[in-house]
T-cell receptor, first 115, second 116 residues
Framework: AQTVTQSQPEMSVQEAETVTLSCTYD???????LFWYKQPPSRQMILVIR??????QNATENRFSVNFQKAAKSFSLKISDSQLGDAAMYFC????????????FGGGTRLMVKP | SAVISQKPSRDICQRGTSLTIQCQVD?????MFWYRQQPGQSLTLIAT?????????ESGFVIDKFPISRPNLTFSTLTVSNMSPEDSSIYLC?????????????FGPGTRLLVL
């Protein structure tokens, strides 16, 4: 079974600065997807970014980018130019390739943004 | 992406009673998932629901406690039966859609349940 670990229960960042959230995972599969989801106080889970394991290029979405290290089984999220609206719980998640597979979530990191 | 709604958005229930949560999607989907998020915790999959077949439950979850219906490709319900305070959680419905050509899971807004 796959496991996902987020070692930082809480992080804080100054507005406009950059922060990196860590995620490691364990799997014996070679083909899979990795995700970062954001859950603000409204509790709506919002997809931030997705990475396909077979792609060497790191995914980027505007101010959000990942550092995907497949051999190390590491998948960190970098948030640049942090904004107050970035404050939320961030969950790293793993999904096997193919249709209909569940997500396995890490424990989450609470990000606080200081004005 | 898929637009997902859940009803109710929140509820306060007495122990021993049951609550049925509805999940509606704006498009036809094959797979629907139900997750539980206990206070301050991460999300745990309860079951996967396919239309026209029995739901598949994860370890630690049983049909008698969490019966699921999936009558068509846009709708599902999750019932939390014989509730106890330990069932106080957020329950989230999720569906699989496509983003940029790849399978991606989208989530409903969740149902916050408090059991007294």
């Amino acid at each position: 079974a796959q496991t996902v670990t987020q070692s930082q229960p809480e992080m804080s960042v100054q507005e406009a600065e950059t922060v990196t959230l860590s995620c490691t995972y364990d799997t014996s599969e070679s083909d899979y997807y990795l995700f970062w989801y954001k859950q603000p106080p409204s509790r709506q889970m919002i997809l931030v970014i997705r990475q396909e394991a077979y792609k060497q290029q790191n995914a980027t979405e505007n101010r959000f980018s990942v550092n995907f290290q497949k051999a190390a089984k590491s998948f960190s999220l970098k948030i640049s130019d942090s904004q107050l609206g970035d404050a939320a719980m961030y969950f790293c998640a793993y999904r096997s390739s193919g249709a209909g597979n569940m997500l396995t979530f890490g424990g989450g990191t609470r990000l606080m943004v200081k004005p | 992406s898929a637009v997902i709604s859940q009803k109710p958005s929140r509820d306060i229930c007495q122990r021993g009673t049951s609550l049925t949560i509805q999940c509606q999607v704006d498009s036809q989907v094959t797979m629907m998932f139900w997750y539980r998020q206990q206070p301050g915790q991460s999300l745990t999959l309860i079951a996967t629901a396919n239309q026209g077949s029995e739901a598949t439950y994860e370890s630690g979850f049983v049909i008698d406690k969490f019966p699921i219906s999936r009558p068509n490709l846009t709708f599902s319900t999750l019932t939390v039966s014989n509730m106890s305070p330990e069932d106080s959680s957020i329950y989230l419905c999720s569906v699989e859609g496509f983003r940029d050509g790849y399978e991606t899971q989208y989530f409903g807004p969740g149902t916050r349940l408090l059991v007294l």
